[in-house]
């Protein structure tokens, strides 16, 4: 069954900075990879999604690329923020069933430091 | 920007009680999920459901579990007698349009906590 690892459990980094997230996944490459910001105690909040043929996407401050060989997303914002501080979460569809539920990392947290 | 709603926020239940989470989607929205996610782990997927019936379901989601939409607008996750181990954040979402490229909006959850 398909996995998803996010590699870091949390990564500080200093305001201003680049954080950059890392997504793997194992077997089939999936047609469209998701990324969600979480904060604590509220629900998953879609950021952006990105399709086996695009190699990145951009959206203000935050950047996707995707990568179906390495099987591998990367998660990046510029100029972070303390406001961006979060559990960032990477998801794709399990197409096994027929209306395309999710499926979860663990997440990373993010902390930005003033 | 119409969002999911989901109530009550926070559950108490003793163990073996019956437990209804109700949840309102997005109201021209057609696909339907519980998913829940037990403190510090993973979100993970419970059910869909889409033309008034359950299209998938996963390990999770045993004979204690049951979905319903008894009208237009509400969508309920009952448990028939719960466990301790039930004890978790409980999500609903919806989707809009049929294609697979469109993405899930989440309430902010309920979080059950049985004794």
């Known amino acids: 069954s398909q996995k998803i690892e996010q590699n870091s459990e949390a990564l500080n980094i200093q305001e201003g900075k680049t954080a950059t997230l890392t997504c793997n996944y194992t077997n089939y490459s999936p047609a469209y990879l998701q990324w969600y910001r979480q904060d604590p105690g509220r629900g998953p909040v879609f950021l952006l999604l990105?399709?086996?043929?695009?190699k990145e996407k951009r959206k203000e401050r935050l950047k996707v690329t995707f990568d179906t060989t390495l099987k591998q997303s990367l998660f990046h914002i510029t100029a972070s923020q303390p406001a961006d501080s979060a559990t960032y979460l990477c998801?794709?569809?399990?197409?096994?069933?027929?209306?395309?539920?999710?499926?979860f990392g663990k997440g990373t947290k993010l902390s930005v430091k003033p | 920007e119409p969002e999911v709603t989901q109530t009550p926020s926070h559950q108490v239940t003793q163990m073996g009680q019956e437990v209804i989470l109700r949840c309102v989607p997005i109201?021209?929205?057609?696909?339907f999920y519980w998913y829940r996610q037990i403190l510090g782990q993973k979100v993970e997927f419970l059910v869909s459901f889409y033309n008034n019936e359950i299209s998938e379901k996963s390990e999770i989601f045993d004979d204690q579990f049951s979905v319903e939409r008894p009208d237009g607008s509400n969508f309920t996750l009952k448990i028939r007698s719960t466990k301790l181990e039930d004890s978790a954040m409980y999500f609903c979402?919806?989707?809009?349009?049929?294609?697979?490229?469109?993405?899930?909006?989440f309430g902010d959850g309920t979080r059950l906590s049985i004794l």
């Open positions: 109201s021209n929205h057609l696909y």
């Open positions: 998801a794709l569809y399990n197409y096994g069933g027929s209306q395309g539920n999710l499926i």
């Open positions: 979402a919806s989707r809009g349009i049929r294609t697979g490229d469109q993405p899930q909006h």
């Open positions: 990105i399709r086996e043929n695009e």
